[in-house]
């Protein structure tokens, strides 16, 4: 055993070298190929922004930077493995907010914790929603349909895919934000919703903007409001629900990635600048707005924690309020 005099000195001189070791392993990350998991399968929103940016990564790192899809649960499989990766950061998640700051609320027996098992990197693109109902409804505004609802409680019926789906959350939202109280019908999939409201089978849908536009445009469906705190690019004239009076109201569904809890953070800050500087190219822009999105990144992987935080609280709030848990 090491006299104490000894020993404090070889702990004071490991103490010294950890920053370097730190710094080291930022200016050397990555050294090796990184992974991207995906929660959803090939296809989905999330997995085609994971392949465009994983592209982009791999450009700016000079490693191969693969997509690996491990869909399942809404998205807790994938968070789950990445959650027991090492942390290195060469394992990443890219989820959507869903599986992060919505099924810790509903599903009581998710294996991973969104705020103590990863280290939140960086925001990459909001997905906007829009309300639209079948073109025969006697409302076009909100004013409208609110007063309608109002007049016939539990009357009128709205389709989400499923029971604690941001679909769902989002309209309950507004339904409280407007004291009205309307029916919700739940499905197992985004089509079916938006054929039953063509057909007149159910009155009205929050869903997302790229899902409902091609509706919207030809006229089997009337746009009503988007959900964002501003008007989408991609429907520019379709009101906010803000403007229709309701100040403050904002809500849609976002991506970012996640690392492992105890990346280091010189390596977290690696990533996010890397993140960043993808996200200001025009062509990964365009490209991510063909989809959909709103490119929307984060200053900082602090700016983005305290947005996941917030979030959590948020839709946590709306959970307990509503009464929904999944078994």
Known sequence: MLPGRYLRTAIASLMALAPLAAAQAQKNYPDRPVTVVVGFPPGTSVDNVARILAEQFGKRWRQPVIVENRAGASGAIGATAVARAGADGHTLLLSSSGPMTINPHIQPKLNYSPLEDFVPIGQTAVLPYMLVSNPAFPASTLGELAAAARSQPGKY????????????????????????EMTHVPYSGSGQVQTDVIAGNIDMT??????????????????????????????????????????????SAWLGFFAPAGTP????????????????????????????LEVHASATPVDFRKMVEDEYARWGGVVKKIGVQLD
């Not at 989400?160 to 409280?176: C, K, V």
């Not at 790229?210 to 520019?236: C, F, H, K």
């Not at 403007?243 to 809500?251: L, M, R, T, V, W």
């Not at 390596?267 to 063909?290: E, F, Q, Y």
């Open 157 to 180: 019926t709205y389709g989400s895919i499923g029971r604690g789906s941001t679909s769902h959350l989002i309209m309950s939202l507004l339904a409280d934000a407007a004291g009205i």
């Open 206 to 251: 929050f869903d997302t903007v790229v899902a409902n536009m091609p509706m919207v445009q030809n006229g089997r469906l009337r746009a009503i409001a988007v959900s964002t705190a501003r008007r989408s690019p991609l429907v520019p004239d379709v009101p906010t629900v803000a403007e229709q009076g309701y100040p403050g109201f904002s809500a």
């Open 265 to 292: 953070d010189g390596v977290v800050d690696k990533i996010s600048a890397t993140l960043n500087d993808a996200l200001r190219d025009p062509g990964v822009a365009d490209r991510l707005s063909s989809l959909g």
